[in-house]
């Protein structure tokens, strides 16, 4: 066949010498090149697609998991029909910056060491906010917001009882 009607396929790529690839002329390269960019797009929508079928079909029990064990997000792993379905909601948290300088100085003027507490870029750790006293968590309340990540799941069949 004549170029570019001879561009090997994905599946001929992943089966072919790397050597005979790199012999390939320029032109036939660029080509190839093409075609991995176009199937890694392709690809890209796909997984994105099947993400999102996930998230229909399971982010309701997924939630409804996390209530029953009492958290918003995190990992949470339930059945359906022999296959294991692991749920993972992460959690992100913002500062608001402006509220939590005024928070900082409010501590330093009270004689303590707000480094103790909030990051030189003006966050929280979840670790040392939990660790708050409950009368000072409430005071950084209004400059933090809790918001959730992109759900993910996982399947896993699982294996049969002998």
């Avoid at 320029?26 to 999102?52: T, Y």
């Avoid at 079928?53 to 309701?60: H, I, K, T």
């Avoid at 809790?146 to 699982?158: E, Q, Y």
Wanted: with cysteine; proline share 6%; aromatic share 6%.
């Amino acid at each position: 066949m004549a170029f570019p009607e001879n561009i090997p396929s994905v599946d001929d790529m992943l089966n072919m010498p790397v050597t005979e690839l790199a012999l390939m002329p320029p032109a036939l390269l660029a080509a190839v090149q093409a075609e991995i960019d176009a199937a890694s797009e392709r690809m890209k929508a796909v997984v994105q697609r099947f993400e999102l079928a996930l998230e229909v079909r399971y982010a309701a029990r997924a939630s409804e998991c996390r209530r029953e064990d009492g958290k918003d997000t995190g990992k949470t792993r339930f059945d359906d029909n022999g296959v294991t379905v692991i749920a993972e909601l992460p959690k992100r948290i913002d500062w608001d910056q402006a509220k939590l300088a005024q928070i900082a100085a409010n501590i330093a003027s009270a004689g303590e060491d707000p480094a103790e507490f909030i990051d030189t870029k003006l966050s929280v750790s979840e670790r040392k906010y939990g660790a708050l006293p409950e009368s000072w968590r409430k005071g950084f309340e209004p400059a933090r917001t809790v918001r959730t990540g992109k759900p993910k799941f996982r399947l896993v069949l699982n294996e049969e009882a002998n």
